[in-house]
Structure formats: structure tokens, C-alpha cells
């Protein structure tokens, strides 16, 4: 069955410099979440859309932003990179509407290093 | 505010051993849900179980058992004859309900690290 997508899977910047993230969700899924797991560090919930529309904000800081297209894939940008922002970014998706199937599946993450 | 503990930091156990984790959460809603998440080294997030606060029947999938307690806010996942492959972290998540289900927006304890020597 086919899984939630993420790419790169790896992703090595500098500070100061901007990265963008992809996630591809479950198809037929609406609902995509963005997570941010520090090392060693439990998943910390970012932001998340459903139908296209920002449903729910989290822990994100204001260099971050996201949105999902037409196709229900999401992006997370990231701008003026800092150390701490190396992290395992983690992208869920959901079927959210009426009759869905609300279990949250998650990709297989993005590892970021800032250097 | 909500809150899941997981006060087991690390468990190391020998194959074939039974093995519980312990996930205690907090939470003014009446209606939540419950996760448990497999993390393996190679770092995906695999889904094992969701429960609702309703349904405090305890439930068996193969070699995992779960055991909800509401009384004691507590949902422990319980492995038997454990193998080498159930090597991971565990992370335990609690969400509120949205409507008749949960939202994605799952609050995480601090993971078990559970190694299963041969």
C-alpha cells in the first residue's frame, strides 16, 4: 500500500540559508501534519492542513511556513537556518472527512543538518 | 493542559523475555485518544494502535497487548516473547477528540528505548 512521501530524505544546509521540504501524503488522505523531532527528542507538532486550509499551529517559529497545494502535497519552508533547527522533520497524513479513516500515518521523515 | 509520561527511559531485556512499557497521561477532555508508535533505528514512525477514551477494552494484536486503565490514566503496551526486531523507541501520544474522532495533533511522551538482546 502506498505510504506518506517525503523527500529529500536527507538535507544538508548552512545557517542562514532557506530549505524546503516535501511531503506527499496517503492518496485520497486530506489532512497533512508537520512534526519536528530534535535528537533524542519526542515529535513536536508544528502546523497542519486540511482541504488546503491551515486547520492547526503548533510550536512553529515564524521563519517557518507551510502550506498544501491542490494535489494535497505540503511544503515546509524554512528560512535563515539555525543550528538548532537540525532536527527529523516528520510529515503525517489523514483522512480526515466524514467516514474517513482518522489514523495518523507518518512518512519516514526528513533529516535536516544545519552546519 | 495534556501531558503523557513515559517514565521508562531505557529497558533492556534478553529474547524471549515479556516486556511493559508504561505510558501515564494527563488530560481534562473526556474524550481522547491514545497512540502507540513504533520508532526503529532506521526512523520512521510505525503506527501500532489508537484507542478512544470509551473503549477501555484491552487489546491483543499477536505478540502486542494493550492494557487501558482510565481509572489510572494509564495505557501500557506489553510485549511477549519479545524478538531482537522489536529493538526501537516507543512512543506513547495522546490527541483530543474533533467530532467523533481525534485530531492529528498528538502530544508525545519521551519515548522507551527498548533493546531486546539474543
Known amino acids: 500500500a502506498a505510504g506518506v512521501i517525503q523527500s529529500p530524505r536527507h538535507l544538508i544546509k548552512e545557517k542562514r540559508e532557506t530549505a524546503t521540504l516535501k511531503c506527499y501524503p496517503i492518496p485520497r488522505h486530506d489532512t497533512v501534519y508537520w512534526y519536528q523531532q530534535g535528537p533524542g527528542q519526542d515529535p513536536q507538532f508544528l502546523i497542519s492542513?486540511?482541504?488546503?486550509?491551515?486547520?492547526d499551529k503548533g510550536s512553529i517559529p515564524d521563519r517557518f511556513s507551510a502550506q498544501q497545494f491542490s494535489d494535497y502535497h505540503s511544503e515546509l519552508n524554512m528560512s535563515s537556518l539555525e543550528l538548532g533547527d537540525s532536527a527529523l522533520y516528520f510529515c503525517?497524513?489523514?483522512?480526515?472527512?466524514?467516514?474517513?479513516?482518522?489514523?495518523?500515518?507518518f512518512g519516514s521523515g526528513t533529516q535536516l543538518s544545519v552546519l | 493542559a495534556q501531558k503523557v509520561t513515559q517514565a521508562q527511559t531505557e529497558i533492556s531485556v534478553v529474547e524471549k523475555e515479556d516486556v511493559t512499557l508504561d505510558c501515564v497521561y494527563e488530560?481534562?477532555?473526556?474524550?481522547?485518544?491514545l497512540f502507540w508508535y513504533k520508532q526503529p533505528p532506521s526512523g520512521e514512525l510505525v503506527f501500532l494502535i489508537r484507542?478512544?477514551?470509551?473503549?477501555?477494552q484491552n487489546e491483543i494484536s499477536g505478540r502486542y497487548s494493550w492494557n487501558f486503565q482510565k481509572s489510572t490514566s494509564s495505557f501500557n503496551f506489553t510485549i511477549t516473547a519479545s524478538q531482537v526486531v522489536d529493538s526501537a523507541v516507543y512512543f506513547c501520544?495522546?490527541?483530543?477528540?474533533?467530532?467523533?474522532?481525534?485530531?492529528?495533533?498528538?502530544?508525545f511522551g519521551q519515548g522507551t528505548t527498548l533493546q531486546v538482546k539474543p
Open positions: 484507542r478512544n477514551s470509551f473503549d477501555e
Open positions: 503525517a497524513s489523514s483522512l480526515e472527512r466524514a467516514g474517513g479513516d482518522e489514523k495518523l500515518f
Open positions: 492542513f486540511y482541504e488546503k486550509m491551515q486547520s
Open positions: 501520544a495522546l490527541s483530543e477528540a474533533y467530532g467523533s474522532s481525534n485530531t492529528g495533533k498528538l502530544i
Open positions: 488530560t481534562r477532555d473526556t474524550t481522547y485518544y
